[in-house]
């Protein structure tokens, strides 16, 4: 809301600082430039401070600048608030997607969703704030500052038409007033409530996460990281471009009408946050790399049709809302892709928003300074195409970094290796242990039916001594159980033939 509301009230400012539309261009490369600093800010301090407390910070920032907007009556003073505002919403990208990887980890598909869906919603929302601000007065009180500016200069003296023309800006100041006055006032809320998240104390999760953390780099770190700036380079720079230069590529190629282009400007914006709001859901049952690839073909698809067919009304309406809706997800599906392979700290997530910001810069620049030179090629449509094809490189290329085994994995891989020789070595050794025990035991019974044997021999013989008593009297069974229990598996060979010899003379 914040970075959309400027569009709608941009003549109320330039009328505030007593300036020309054209002549206060300046605040816009102050705000970029603001947000570059804040998302290289952001990234180094969210390493070393509570990231609760730096967003608390930044937005208590923007509320500070949003306050001060309305009451600039200096082109300077203006330009420094929009840098700061810009600094703030630097630090807000990149600390936002930290904060969400670091709070839900491996689940944060469908939170990141639904944090570059409120993006969507901020803009969709600002700018009718910004006309119910103004009341639709804004062009009836703007057509009677000129009549009267005209019939005034012709009748009276210039300095009653100048305080006439004053009077009329000041009532235009006191309309647009409130629509930064409400929005600033919704961020200092939130920013209370990011004070209260950081009073509560709950940062000790996050270090802890973060030493767990430190060993999970990828094998190509860096290499990923760059390519995916430069795929986020493209894709925001895609997505801005076709926002900003369909609405007047449709009036001078496709020759349509002007609401008729304001509409088709409406397709692209209504199907991108459409989109965004859908994939909130599909994020929970998609993998984020599942998802980059249905974007990146839909983009390709589309962004074919609209360079083959530029100049048809037709296709131009379908490719326009299926392009719209390809884009939608990539910048959230992209981190959270990257989180599951390597460590997304917050210099890695500003280089990433870096990235899009120059990719924001660099490519509309580039592509009007192309159509004002070449007024008959669809450079629009062309440049759509050829970032369409760079993303489609970059992200199997990218892909294949990343699945490549890091030095943490193949220390794993040869650990469970050791461990896995070692337990085969330990079951060959058991196993023979195991046998020759069994051998063992098998001598000892050999040894036990050999003393039953003689045993038995001995009893008959000494049965038939005695007089009167038959064979069948005499008991067999304790003598065997003796023996049994002192065969040489249990107590030796020795102990047991003693006690036979014993049981012998007994007998006797």
């Known amino acids: 809301m914040s970075i959309a509301v400027l569009g709608p009230t941009f003549p109320n400012l330039a009328a505030n600082v007593h300036k020309n539309v054209s002549d206060i261009y300046y605040i816009f490369v102050g705000r970029s430039l603001g947000y570059l600093g804040g998302s290289v800010l952001g990234g180094l301090l969210f390493d070393c ?73 901020g803009a969709f929302v600002a700018p009718i704030l910004a ?44 309309d647009f007033l409130w629509s930064y006055v409400v929005i600033g006032t919704y961020l200092l809320f939130v920013s209370f409530f990011f004070f209260i998240l950081y009073s509560k104390g709950s940062s000790a999760r996050d270090k802890s996460k973060a030493s767990l953390q430190k060993s999970m780099f990828a094998k190509y770190h860096y290499a990923l990281v760059l390519l995916l700036f430069l795929f986020f380079l493209c894709y925001v720079g895609a997505e801005v471009t076709y926002g900003s230069y369909i609405f007047t590529y449709a009036k001078v190629f496709a020759e349509m009408k002007e609401n008729e282009a304001a509409a088709l400007n409406s397709v692209f914006w209504g199907a991108f946050a459409a989109c965004r709001g859908v994939a909130i859901f599909c994020a929970t049952c998609l993998y984020p790399g599942t998802m980059i690839l249905l974007s990146l073909a839909g983009s390709a698809v589309s962004s074919s049709c609209l360079a083959a067919f530029a100049r048809h009304p037709a296709s131009l309406w379908v490719g326009t809302t299926m392009y719209g809706a390809s884009m939608a997800t990539i910048f959230p599906s992209g981190i959270a892709w990257i989180e599951q392979y390597t460590v997304v700290q917050g210099k890695v997530a500003s280089l990433f928003v870096i990235g899009a910001a120059l990719g924001e810069m660099c490519i509309p620049a580039m592509v009007g300074y192309l159509q004002g030179r070449f007024h008959h090629v669809p450079v629009l449509m062309y440049a ?66 050999e003393m039953n044997d003689t045993l038995r021999n001995s009893v008959i013989e000494t049965s038939r001594k005695i007089p009167g008593d038959s064979p069948a009297k005499v008991p067999l069974q304790p003598h065997l159980d003796d023996a049994l229990s002192h065969s040489p598996g249990a107590t030796g060979g020795s102990p047991g033939r003693k006690n036979v010899s014993v049981d012998r003379e007994k007998n006797d």
């Open 384 to 449: 759509a195409l050829g970032t369409s094809a760079v993303t489609v490189l970059l992200f199997p290329l990218m892909y294949k970094l990343a699945r490549s085994p890091g030095e943490s994995d193949l220390k794993e891989l040869t650990e469970n290796e050791d461990r896995k020789a070692l337990l085969s070595n330990s079951g060959l050794n058991e196993d023979e242990e195991d046998e020759e025990d069994v051998g063992q035991w098998n001598e000892a019974d050999f040894e036990v039916i």
């Open 49 to 121: 401070m509570n990231a609760r407390l730096l967003l608390a910070l930044s937005m208590f920032g923007t509320t500070v600048g949003l306050y001060g907007i309305p009451w600039c009556k200096k082109s300077l003073l203006l330009t420094v608030l929009m840098s700061v505002i810009g600094a703030s919403m630097g630090i807000l990208d990149t600390g936002g997607n930290v904060l969400a990887l670091n709070t839900w980890g491996a689940e944060a598909g469908p939170h990141l969703q639904a944090l570059h869906f409120s993006f969507a919603v």
């Open 131 to 174: 006309k119910m601000a103004l009341g639709g007065s804004e062009s009836k009180d703007l057509a009677a500052a000129e009549k009267t500016n005209q019939s005034v200069v012709r009748s009276v003296p210039t300095a009653s038409a100048a305080s006439t023309v004053s009077a009329l800006r000041h009532h235009l100041g006191a």
